[in-house]
Each structure stands twice: as structure tokens, then as C-alpha cells.
């Protein structure tokens, strides 16, 4: 059974905050099996007990959250006449009301979040929140040291507005290979930045999100499960390499 705090569960269901649920189970306004419960460190099963706040069961729905290495050719959607989706991916008993969180072109591969928490989301995608993105891209030649001042500078890529300044970094062994860390999730961004400064993506593949990273030891095309506050990781920024 699982089986968590009567405070922390009121909280998470929406009821209140943390200190306004507690003030509302001393008040003896909540109940679990028909008893009144007056400890906010009283523990529930959310999937057996039956948890009452003013004679109103209170509904909680555990939010899911998966890593997912997405392999080439797979569309980043939750249904698709023609193509298999991330989804397609997870097992049929899994995919209830599971989305990708963001998008990734069909042929670039790497780290995907999915769940079914839709505030979350919302938080990740947010062009306010400017969430750094790790991308490691095969180019067909070396980068220039001026096309990577431009790339850190911010480029026109013809939108209305320059990208903002990435972050470049070069690998020793073989120089066709570059990170690149951006703060936006514009339509093909990486790709149009790269075509601007006069290089092609051979391939591209996303390796972190804020601070969660992709597992190394995940093949492309399986997925695991993450707790939520692995999860959360992705809107933490101070680990950034």
C-alpha cells in the first residue's frame, strides 16, 4: 500500500496549503474511514481509504512521471494516423492520460518527459521560465570560433526576435561534435541555428533539461519511471554545466 501524510495528501488534492489543510484537520473537519482525524502526520492509503473534508470525499489522483530516450522516427504526440508516437512506446495498461511534455523533431533523439501532470508541464514549457535545454549535435564540419560567438551572442533565425544566447561547448576528441545549451524551444531552433552560421545537423539528441539529465544506461526507445522530485529537476538550473 502506499501510503503518505493526511496534511501532505489534502494538500497535493487541492485543498488547501499545508498550513491551511493542518488548521482544517484540528478543526475536526476531515475524516478517513468514517472517523475523525485530528493529526496532520496521520497516514492514509489514497487508493483504499476514504478521506472526507466537510462530508465531501476528497478525490486524489497520484501524478506519474517518466524519462523516456526517444529513438529516431517517432513523432512526439500522443496519437497519430501515421506515425508511432512516444506513447505508442509506453505499455497499453501505462498510457492513461500520459503526454510528451514539449516536443522533439521525428528524426532527433534523447531525453523526453512524460506524465500526466499538466501543471507541470505548463511550468516546463513556459517561455518565462527560460529552462535550459542540452542538445549534442553531429555537424557536417568544425565550427568556426565566429560562428560560436554568434551562437552565444544570439542569432537572427527569422523570427521576430534574436535567440537568446546559447552556450557552445566544442568536444576535443572530435570537433564535429558540439553542445549546445539553449534557453527557448522555438520550431527546429537548433537546427536553423546551425544553418545560419553555415553547418548541417548530421544528427541531434537531447541529453538534459534544467537539471535532469538524460540516464546514460537507458536505450533509445525505453523508459523509466521517475519520482517527482527526479521530475522537478527539470526546473532547477544551478547544476548546469
Same mark, same amino acid.
Given at each position: 500500500?502506499?501510503?503518505?501524510?493526511?496534511?501532505?495528501?489534502?494538500?497535493?488534492?487541492?485543498?488547501?496549503? =499545508?498550513?491551511?489543510? @493542518?488548521?482544517?484537520?484540528?478543526?475536526?473537519?476531515?475524516?478517513?474511514?468514517? !472517523? &475523525?482525524?485530528?493529526? *496532520?502526520?496521520?497516514?492514509?492509503?489514497?487508493?483504499?481509504?476514504?478521506?472526507?473534508? %466537510?462530508?465531501?470525499?476528497?478525490?486524489?489522483?497520484?501524478? &506519474?512521471?517518466?524519462?523516456?530516450?526517444? $529513438?529516431?522516427? !517517432?513523432?512526439?504526440?500522443?496519437? %497519430?494516423?501515421?506515425?508511432?508516437?512516444?506513447?505508442?512506446? +509506453?505499455?497499453?495498461?501505462?498510457? /492513461?492520460?500520459? +503526454? $510528451?511534455?514539449?516536443?522533439?523533431?521525428?528524426?532527433?533523439? #534523447?531525453?523526453?518527459? !512524460?506524465?500526466?501532470?499538466?501543471? +507541470?508541464?505548463?511550468?516546463?514549457?513556459?517561455?518565462?521560465?527560460?529552462? $535550459?535545454?542540452?542538445? &549534442?549535435?553531429?555537424?557536417?564540419?568544425?565550427?568556426?570560433? *565566429?560562428?560560436?560567438?554568434?551562437?552565444?551572442? #544570439?542569432?537572427?533565425?527569422?523570427?521576430?526576435?534574436?535567440?537568446? $544566447?546559447?552556450?557552445?561547448?566544442?568536444?576535443? *576528441?572530435?570537433?564535429?561534435?558540439?553542445?549546445?545549451?539553449?534557453?527557448? #524551444? =522555438? +520550431?527546429? /531552433?537548433?537546427?536553423?541555428?546551425?544553418?545560419?552560421?553555415? =553547418?548541417?545537423?548530421? *544528427?541531434?539528441?537531447?541529453?538534459?533539461?534544467?537539471?535532469?539529465?538524460?540516464?546514460?544506461?537507458?536505450?533509445?526507445?525505453?523508459? @523509466?519511471?521517475?519520482?517527482?522530485?527526479?521530475?522537478? /529537476?527539470?526546473?532547477?538550473?544551478?547544476?548546469?554545466?
Amino acid at each position: 500500500m502506499r501510503r503518505m501524510r493526511l496534511d501532505k495528501l489534502l494538500a497535493d488534492a487541492g485543498i488547501g496549503s =499545508r498550513t491551511e489543510v @493542518k488548521l482544517l484537520i484540528r478543526k475536526g473537519r476531515i475524516s478517513v474511514n468514517g !472517523i &475523525v482525524v485530528n493529526k *496532520s502526520d496521520h497516514k492514509v492509503d489514497f487508493e483504499t481509504d476514504t478521506i472526507l473534508f %466537510d462530508q465531501e470525499q476528497v478525490s486524489y489522483h497520484k501524478n &506519474v512521471y517518466y524519462m523516456l530516450n526517444k $529513438p529516431s522516427g !517517432i513523432v512526439s504526440a500522443t496519437t %497519430d494516423n501515421h506515425d508511432t508516437t512516444v506513447i505508442d512506446l +509506453f505499455e497499453k495498461e501505462n498510457r /492513461q492520460g500520459l +503526454f $510528451p511534455v514539449g516536443r522533439l523533431d521525428k528524426d532527433t533523439t #534523447g531525453l523526453m518527459v !512524460i506524465t500526466d501532470d499538466g501543471a +507541470f508541464a505548463h511550468k516546463v514549457l513556459s517561455p518565462r521560465k527560460h529552462i $535550459p535545454k542540452t542538445y &549534442v549535435a553531429l555537424l557536417d564540419e568544425a565550427l568556426l570560433a *565566429s560562428s560560436v560567438d554568434a551562437l552565444e551572442n #544570439g542569432l537572427d533565425i527569422g523570427d521576430a526576435k534574436l535567440t537568446l $544566447p546559447a552556450t557552445v561547448r566544442i568536444e576535443e *576528441s572530435n570537433r564535429e561534435i558540439v553542445h549546445l545549451t539553449i534557453m527557448e #524551444g =522555438r +520550431f527546429h /531552433q537548433v537546427k536553423r541555428m546551425f544553418q545560419v552560421v553555415g =553547418r548541417s545537423v548530421l *544528427s541531434l539528441k537531447r541529453i538534459q533539461i534544467g537539471n535532469l539529465l538524460l540516464d546514460q544506461s537507458l536505450s533509445e526507445g525505453s523508459y @523509466k519511471a521517475l519520482t517527482k522530485e527526479e521530475a522537478f /529537476q527539470c526546473l532547477e538550473t544551478s547544476e548546469m554545466n
